[in-house]
C-alpha cells in the first residue's frame, strides 16, 4: 500500500540556518504530495503541496520539490526562525484519494 | 482560515462513560477523515466518509464508531471510554474532487481517560 517516510526527529537548529526535513514516499498512480505543519496546541495546517512531477511548492519561504526519479518531496527553508518551531508532516494522496502521512518530524529552533 | 470546528478541545472523563466528539464543518465539503494521534506525533487513520450516510474503518481498527447523517457534521462516539482511548483527536475535512485537494483539519480534542 501506499507510505511515506520521513526522517526522524527532533531536529533542533539555531536560527538561520539551513533546514532540510527528508521525505521520501511509495504508491501506485502518481500521487499528490503535501507537507502540514502543526505548531503546539494546534491542528494541521497546509504549509505547501506539489501535484506532479517537477513541480515546487513553496510558502512562507519553505520549498519542496516533487522528484518522481527519487520518490522524493524533501522540505527545505534557507533560514529557519524560532517562530518556524513546530512538527512537520509529510503526507501524499493515491489510492481513493486518502491522505497518508508520514510519522512527523519535529523541528525545535533556538536562538 | 479553515472554517472546522470540533469540540470540546479537552476532555476529561471517567472509565465506562459514553463520549461524543464533535466535527463540523462550514465548507460544504463531502470527505471528512477522522485521525488519532500518538503522543509521539503519529497520526493514525481510523475513520472516513465521502458524504451522507457514508462511513469507512480507517488503517487503524477503533473501537469508535462515527456517523454522518448531515455534510456538515461527522461525530465520533466511544460507548464506554477505557483508558488506553487516552489520545488526540484530529477531525479534517475535503472536497469530493482530484487527490490534489488539501484536507483542512479542526483544533483537535485531547482526550484523556482516567
Known amino acids: 500500500g501506499d507510505s511515506v517516510t520521513q526522517m526522524e526527529g527532533p531536529v533542533t537548529l539555531s536560527e538561520e540556518a539551513f533546514l532540510t526535513i527528508n521525505c521520501t514516499y511509495t504508491?501506485?498512480?502518481?500521487?499528490?504530495l503535501f507537507w502540514y505543519v502543526q505548531y503546539p496546541g494546534e491542528g494541521l495546517q497546509l504549509l505547501l503541496k506539489?501535484?506532479?512531477?517537477?513541480d515546487k511548492g513553496s510558502n512562507k519561504g519553505f520549498e519542496a520539490t516533487y522528484r518522481k526519479e527519487t520518490t522524493s518531496f524533501h522540505l527545505e527553508k534557507g533560514s529557519v526562525q524560532v517562530s518556524d518551531s513546530a512538527v512537520y508532516f509529510c503526507a501524499s494522496t493515491g489510492t481513493a484519494s486518502k491522505l497518508t502521512f508520514g510519522t512527523g518530524t519535529r523541528l525545535q529552533v533556538t536562538l | 482560515e479553515a472554517d472546522i470546528y470540533q469540540t470540546p478541545r479537552y476532555l476529561v472523563i471517567g472509565t465506562g462513560k459514553k463520549i461524543t466528539l464533535e466535527c463540523s464543518q462550514t465548507m460544504g465539503h463531502d470527505k471528512m477523515y477522522w485521525y488519532q494521534q500518538d503522543p509521539g506525533m503519529e497520526l493514525h487513520l481510523i475513520h472516513y466518509?465521502?458524504?451522507?450516510?457514508?462511513?469507512e474503518k480507517g488503517d487503524l481498527s477503533s473501537e469508535s464508531t462515527v456517523s454522518r447523517i448531515r455534510t456538515e457534521h461527522f461525530p465520533l462516539t466511544l460507548e464506554s471510554a477505557r483508558p488506553s482511548h487516552t489520545s488526540q483527536y484530529l477531525c479534517a475535512s475535503s472536497e469530493l474532487g482530484p487527490q490534489n485537494t488539501e484536507a483542512f483539519f479542526g483544533q483537535g480534542t485531547r482526550l484523556t481517560v482516567v
Open positions: 466518509s465521502y458524504g451522507v450516510n457514508s462511513t
Open positions: 506539489a501535484t506532479k512531477a517537477d
Open positions: 504508491a501506485t498512480g502518481y500521487p499528490s
